[in-house]
Nanobody, 120 residues
Framework: QVQLVESGGGLVQPGGSLRLSCAASGSIFSINAAGWYRQAPGKQRELVAFITSTGITNYTDSVKGRFAISIDNAKNTMYLQMNSLKPEDTAVYYC??????????????WGQGTQVTVSS
């Protein structure tokens, strides 16, 4: 009914930038909140950035000042702009969104994940 498709991951050198996209499709009435998570090998999945429907954002300390989360409501697409990337940012990145469907049912949806590798 609702699908999230991520794109934009890849290999980048330290200090470089990437922009991840997460396009939501299906019976969407509104996106209430969205977040980007990441999971590195051998580690637990962690919340990296979060944005509410009113535009309030929050970031984990390790990415503050380097990452920026945003939503284009007209396109039902969420973004994570990542600058000054470090090797420790290497992980699979997942988008998550709390969505109200046209049937007025609310649910949490996940993307499939996209690999980000920061290495020289």
């Amino acid at each position: 009914q609702v699908q999230l498709v991520e794109s934009g991951g890849g290999l980048v050198q330290p200090g470089g930038s990437l922009r991840l996209s997460c396009a939501a499709s299906g019976s969407i009435f509104s996106i209430n909140a969205a977040g980007w998570y990441r999971q590195a090998p051998g580690k637990q999945r962690e919340l990296v950035a979060f944005i509410t429907s009113t535009g309030i954002t929050n970031y984990t300390d390790s990415v503050k000042g380097r990452f920026a989360i945003s939503i284009d409501n007209a396109k039902n697409t969420m973004y994570l702009q990542m600058n000054s990337l470090k090797p420790e940012d290497t992980a699979v990145y997942y988008c998550n969104s709390n969505i109200l469907t046209t049937s007025f049912r609310r649910g949490d949806y996940w993307g499939q994940g996209t690999q980000v590798t920061v290495s020289s």
